[in-house]
């Protein structure tokens, strides 16, 4: 389940992120940049995750460290499996 590349940098992710923190809209960034308001509107949301003024999600951080956390248990099951098959 491999990502593609992120679309956009993360500088100009940043610079939607602070328009709207500076009193523009999402939509209307939406309408004079390529993203739409969804997308702008979820990276902000995300910023105020990481910045810890909203609670409603997962920061940056810790979605790493989930993502981490799962690829290692994975590893572990299939190690676990191969093992108990050479056991046998």
Do not use: C
Not at 68 to 86: D, F, S, T, V
């Amino acid at each position: 389940m491999a990502k593609s590349q992120a679309r956009y940098s993360a500088e100009f992710r940043e610079q939607m992120v602070e328009l709207v923190r500076a009193g523009r809209s999402p939509h209307e960034l939406a309408e004079e940049f390529e993203p739409s308001a969804q997308t702008i509107r979820n990276w902000y949301y995300q910023a105020e995750r990481d910045a810890g003024n909203r609670s409603d999600g997962l920061s940056s951080e810790e979605q790493a460290e989930l993502r981490r956390l799962r690829q290692e248990n994975r590893q572990l099951r299939e190690e676990r499996e191969i093992l108990g098959k050479a056991a046998a």
